[in-house]
């Protein structure tokens, strides 16, 4: 089911009423050997977050999944994440939304100063390949658009919720035209996403190797990982995993 989508960026797009998951699609078609393929669904029955999580995907949604052959190695895989982050909150932004990003890559909107937010979009990121060169990458995006709050978990928000509802085929097409633009351009991708990056100045809580650390968010490196300083006065540099902002 191939829709029509009047893209600059070079996506074939394959469109779904309703699906498992569209990552789990995109893996199959990658595994075919497809290229510079996106999935699109209205409704996930079995959307994933990362690490296990479930992910909340009724109708309403933009939920989308990017296949991808970069010749780059696994370390700059993170860079295509952090693209996708940087495509969502800047495509919600043009729609009117005050959305930022928190590390690494989700799509937030803040509430007050205080440091709260409630997410507007996450991304979950799979590969397949060697150290030194990716296979394929499955880029997912999943984007709370046209979705009532109430059908979302508590500390979600939507597009809808924020604005009002949105043309959803202008707003994927703006992902992955931002997206694209990125992609081709690596380097720009941290640059920009420290623009957008609600974390930097936060207070933060993070894990490492299994430990519980607490300290300001200060900065990102150039292959993503958080810098953070710590109460005692070390700076650690975090790679992965999850970040909470804390009241200051
Ligand atoms: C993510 O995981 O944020 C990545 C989500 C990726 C979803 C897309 S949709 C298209 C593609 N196909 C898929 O099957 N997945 C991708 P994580 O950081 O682990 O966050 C998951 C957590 O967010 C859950 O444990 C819930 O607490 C919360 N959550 C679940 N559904 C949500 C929603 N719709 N909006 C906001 N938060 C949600």
């Not at 600059?8 to 078609?29: C, K, M, Q, V």
């Not at 699109?40 to 296990?52: M, S």
């Not at 519980?212 to 300083?229: K, S, W, Y």
Request: hydrophobic share 40%; net charge negative; aromatic share 6%.
């Amino acid at each position: 089911p191939t829709v029509e989508y009047d893209l600059e960026a070079p996506f074939e797009i394959e469109y779904h009423d309703s699906i498992g998951s569209t990552n789990d699609r995109a893996r199959e078609l990658a595994a075919g050997g497809a290229n510079d393929v996106a999935v699109l669904a209205d409704e996930q029955t079995g959307g994933r977050g990362r690490l296990e999580r479930a992910w909340r995907a009724p109708s309403g949604g933009v939920w989308l999944s990017v296949v991808c052959r970069p010749t780059i190695p696994l370390a700059r895989a993170s860079q295509y994440t952090l693209a996708a982050a940087v495509a969502t909150a800047t495509a919600a932004r043009e729609a009117g939304v005050n959305a930022g990003i928190k590390w690494p890559n989700d799509v937030i909107v803040p509430v007050g100063d205080d440091g709260s937010y409630r997410k507007l979009a996450g991304i979950l990121t799979e590969m397949e390949g060697e150290t030194d060169r990716i296979e394929w990458l499955v880029v997912g995006i999943g984007v709370n658009a046209n979705i009532d709050a109430a059908d979302l978990p508590d500390e979600a928000t939507s597009i809808a919720e924020e604005v009002g509802e949105i043309d959803r085929r202008r707003f994927v097409q703006r992902v992955l035209e931002v997206f694209d633009t990125y992609r081709n351009d690596l380097e720009r991708v941290i640059p920009a996403w420290r623009d957008l990056a609600l974390t930097l100045g936060q207070r933060v809580r993070v894990e490492r190797d299994g430990e519980t650390l607490v300290g300001v968010a200060r900065n990102v490196t150039d292959t993503g990982a958080l810098r953070v300083e710590l109460e005692g006065g070390e700076t650690v540099t975090i790679t992965a995993g999850d970040c909470e902002h804390l009241r200051p």
